[in-house]
């Protein structure tokens, strides 16, 4: 189950990548208390992909979700233009959709760009940064601040 958007367009070896990659960084989730293993793997403009887990922490508030995960890396190698980023869990009946703090830490980097929300049975649905967090506060509300 696949959706087409116009920001959103990967060529489907693209898109498998992806999906594949969120799939394996949920394999190396760190997560004792809630056993609930999350993946992602984020595709920058040219073509790279980082991927993250989430971690807990026996201190809640320290644990870091899987998207987060992802881009820090990806800032913390140079890259912050990003094409689309997919996330994997174990849940069957729903598709996996990013946290609000997720949400807005992908808006840091552009509304337009793809979220891939996914299954483990392969299937997955597609929103824009926008469509997820639609008349969000981003950089450029800062820019008039004095």
Do not use: H
């Not at 489907?12 to 394999?27: D, G, N, T, V, Y």
């Not at 996914?118 to 981003?138: C, M």
Request: aromatic content about 8%.
């Amino acid at each position: 189950m696949a959706q087409k958007r116009p920001s959103c367009t990967l060529e489907p070896e693209q898109i498998q990548q992806l999906l594949l990659s969120c799939q394996e960084a949920k394999k190396s989730a760190y997560c004792p208390y809630s056993n609930f293993r999350v993946g992602a793997a984020l595709l920058t403009r040219d073509g790279r992909i980082f991927s993250g887990c989430n971690v807990e922490n026996a201190c809640y508030s320290l644990g870091n979700c899987a998207e987060r995960t992802a881009i820090q890396k990806a800032i913390s190698e140079g890259y912050k233009d990003f094409q689309a980023i997919a996330v994997a869990s174990d849940m069957k009946d729903d598709f996996i959709s990013p946290c609000g703090a997720c949400r807005q830490v992908m808006r840091e980097f552009g509304t337009k760009w793809a979220v891939y929300m996914t299954k483990p049975d392969g299937t997955y649905v597609t929103k824009t940064v926008e469509e997820l967090l639609p008349a969000s506060f981003g950089p450029q509300d800062l820019q008039n601040v004095q």
